[in-house]
């Protein structure tokens, strides 16, 4: 399996930004597809998740009813709409997928994910 994201920029707070994650290989075998996104000095830190195996859709509290995270099967490709942009969402962001049917608890730890994507970077100016 094999992931390219892409979509980040710079954008003023309160902006959009639509990140997309593209999965070509084995895609038949990914069942989790997850957002993660690490800051400069920070820890790489959970963002939102799509279950397969469910159709159900996870997402941090911090980005909850502003990010959307979206599936097209027939591009296999993963959706991360950003609304309303905050500074503190500045960070690089990566796609990872799991060939694993994740508990619901597990979707949260970037370690129980088996394949990931290089990161784009998204900036938010105040």
């Known amino acids: 399996v094999q992931l390219q994201a892409s979509g980040g920029g710079l954008v003023q707070a309160g902006g959009s930004l639509r990140l997309s994650c593209a999965a070509s290989g084995r895609t038949d075998s990914i069942y989790v597809v997850g957002w993660f996104r690490q800051a400069p000095g920070k820890e790489r830190e959970f963002v939102a998740a799509f279950r397969r195996q469910t159709n159900s859709r996870h997402y941090a509290d911090s980005v909850r009813y502003r990010f959307t995270i979206s599936r097209d099967s027939v591009e296999n490709t993963v959706y991360l709409q950003m609304n309303s942009l905050k500074p503190e969402d500045t960070a690089v962001y990566y796609c990872?997928?799991?060939?694993?049917?994740?508990?619901?608890?597990?979707?949260?730890?970037?370690?129980?994910?088996?394949?990931w994507g290089q990161g784009t970077q998204v900036t938010v100016s105040s």
């Open positions: 990872a997928a799991s060939t694993s049917r994740l508990i619901v608890s597990s979707i949260y730890r970037s370690a129980a994910y088996d394949y």
